[in-house]
């Protein structure tokens, strides 16, 4: 008895699970983004915020979660095209990375390397011939 409820279970799991997830491509995305810009730019924000919270990206002090969303997707509808037919979040990491990197802060100049010291005149101050 146990036993067919069982296989009837794992029937119905195996049916409703999809084999593959598709990934949406970049040119679905901006289609949807036309469609749907709130959708749109929630997702974003949530990739812009994971990004920075996992420092993969660094937002200057003075740019908001909001502000680096509207630039990033200013970014998507002027350079993203060449994604098309790529992964959106391939486009998406384009944006923020490029708009947003993380780069070494400025320190201080390094010191002059050492130059080696003039030959010391040979003792007597004389030449040597």
């Not at 200013?74 to 037919?85: F, P």
């Not at 384009?94 to 050492?114: F, H, K, N, R």
């Amino acid at each position: 008895m146990m036993r067919p409820i069982m296989l009837a279970i794992a029937a119905c799991a195996v049916a409703v699970s999809p084999a593959r997830a598709e990934v949406q491509k970049f040119s679905t995305f901006m289609r949807e983004c036309v469609r749907d810009e709130i959708t749109c730019r929630v997702k974003l924000r949530d990739y812009v915020t994971a990004a920075d919270q996992q420092k993969l990206i660094c937002l200057p002090q003075d740019v908001s979660i909001s502000q680096a969303v509207s630039e990033a997707m200013s970014w998507l509808r002027h350079t993203g095209d060449k994604y098309d037919d790529g992964p959106y979040d391939d486009a998406l990491w384009a944006a923020i990375s490029t708009l947003y990197p993380c780069t070494p802060a400025p320190g201080p100049e390094p010191a002059p390397a050492p130059q080696p010291a003039p030959d010391a005149a040979p003792q007597g101050g004389q030449p040597s011939s």
